[in-house]
RNA sequence: GCGACUAUAGUUCAAUGGUAGAACACUGGUUUGUGGUACCAGCUACGAGGGUUCGAUUCCCUCUAGUCGCC
């Protein structure tokens, strides 16, 4: 359940209640795949603070399994982690990854039918069918906290027409999940209960996305999700979705933007009255070598919003420039790796190769991010 | 000392009588409901000297260096 507990203009501070404990909003999700943090255990994540994490259905799925997390007690013991966990359904893994089977395989990796979608595994070839109800039912196996609805993510570009089939279907879609799931949780206790949100499409089509905001408030669930908007589409057009979304979404419940982002998207976003959100950046491109740092004029604190914003910056600490650059990373950041390793440090460890290069990059970026919420979270007496 | 073979990018290897490709390395960049090893781009080479030829990295000779074999 939600509780907002103070607005500022648009933006919100409130706090879920999961079936696994208290998240302050707005929050970031780091990404846990596979059911696990990438270089990281669930205490360091905790330790930045950190009470929510991601994983996806579609992975757990086809390995190891959903019924066999069941068996081990559920992902939160399977993988060590007694924070609240919010799975992704697999609707946009199964095109993401569909166009990779299509690649390896020589294949059509997905079709789509009313009923549900048939895809090719791309690691494996193994055909496999998932539908609304599937995707619950694997969702309630796996034991998450925050089950989402099967859903139909449209490329970008597509046409209207495109738009309209694919929201059509995602309402339809998420009636079947929210019927399944009422059915198999009514004699679940409240808070023994795991919260269903639904997923706004619409691609960037105005009239599409207030339509589906429309029909997927209408058919009532725990929180509202933003879909559709992490898969090329312009940035420019973020801000229009959400101004078009937002007034279609109830008060009182969270809102979250799937996919994102830039640290500049996220707090342009949670001014706008986003509350939740969850990306591969920090963790990614740290694993590549790319680290967020707040730039000098900042101190550390959001001063600026733009299309250029100032108040942070990437190096890609990999560059040659860093190799003799015995300064820490970010005087702003208290992180493992800014409190007691050089920069030419770390990069030495990318240029050799040691996992331990993506360790430290990973939770320096991690405690980047949540520094930035943090700084969101605090309000303003202006 | 004699014989055989080799010599091309930082490294390991290609191709070619009309000025050379790859892999890795190196240097940048990319990454938005994960892609841990991913993707894109760039830099860098014909051992030295002579000859044949319109033209030689390629064919011939000498030298140098290395590898192997024989005394």
Same mark, same amino acid.
């Given at each position: 359940?939600?509780? $907002?507990?103070?607005?500022? #203009? ?11 404990? @208290? ?10 795949? +596979? ?5 990281? &255990? ?39 982690? *007694? ?10 893994? @199964?095109? %993401? ?12 990796? @997905? ?29 309630? #196996? ?7 609805? $099967? *859903? ?13 089939? %694919? ?10 999940? +929210?019927?399944?799931? &009422?059915?198999?949780? !009514? &004699? ?18 105005? *009239? ?13 669930? *725990? ?14 057009? =973020?801000?229009?979705? =959400?101004?078009?979304? $937002? ?44 680290? /967020? ?5 900042? +101190? ?9 914003? &100032? ?12 190799? +003799?650059?015995?300064?820490? @990373? ?8 800014? !409190? ?29 991010? /949540?520094? $930035? ?10």
């Amino acid at each position: 359940m939600f509780s $907002l507990l103070e607005s500022q #203009n648009k933006k919100r501070i409130g706090k879920i209640q999961t079936k696994s404990g @208290v998240v302050a909003t707005p929050f970031f999700m780091p990404v846990a795949t +596979k059911g696990a943090l990438k270089h990281l &255990d669930g205490e360091e994540i905790k330790k930045i603070g950190y009470e929510l994490v991601l994983s996806n259905t579609y992975h757990l799925w086809l390995r190891p399994g959903d019924e066999l997390i069941k068996q081990s007690g559920g992902l939160h013991k399977f993988m060590n982690w *007694d924070g609240s966990i919010l799975t992704d359904s697999g609707g946009f893994q @199964v095109f %993401s990854l569909g166009a990779r089977a299509t690649e390896r395989f020589g294949v059509c990796g @997905v079709e789509l039918s009313s009923n549900g979608v048939h895809f090719v595994d791309p690691i494996n070839g193994k055909k496999h069918f998932l539908s609304p109800e599937k995707a619950v039912q694997i969702q309630l #196996n796996i034991g998450t906290d925050i089950i989402m609805c $099967l *859903d139909v993510c449209p490329p970008y570009p597509c046409s209207k027409r495109e738009a309209q089939e %694919s929201l059509e279907l995602t309402t339809v879609w998420a009636k079947r999940c +929210k019927k399944y799931f &009422d059915k198999k949780t !009514k &004699d679940l206790k409240t808070e023994e209960k795991p919260l269903l949100f639904g997923i706004v499409q619409g691609s960037t089509f105005e *009239d599409l996305r207030k339509e589906s905001a429309k029909q997927i408030v209408d058919i009532g669930f *725990d929180g509202y999700a933003i879909g559709g908007v992490a898969v090329g589409e312009p940035r420019e057009k =973020l801000g229009e979705i =959400l101004k078009w979304i $937002l007034p279609f979404l109830p008060e009182n419940k969270p809102r979250y933007l799937m996919g994102l982002g830039k640290p500049e998207e996220i707090v342009a976003s949670v001014t706008e009255g986003v509350d939740m959100f969850d990306c591969v950046i920090p963790s990614r491109e740290g694993r590549h070598g790319r680290l /967020f740092c707040w730039s000098e004029d900042s +101190k550390g604190e959001i001063i600026e919003l733009s299309d250029k914003p &100032d108040f942070y910056k990437t190096i890609n600490i990999g560059n040659s420039k860093f190799k +003799k650059d015995f300064k820490v @990373v970010d005087s702003h950041c208290s992180c493992p790796l800014c !409190k007691n390793y050089s920069r030419a440090y770390i990069r030495h460890l990318f240029a050799v190769n040691e996992p331990f290069a993506g360790r430290l990059a990973s939770l320096h970026n991690l405690t980047f991010y /949540f520094d $930035l919420i943090k700084k969101l979270r605090k309000t303003k007496k202006q």
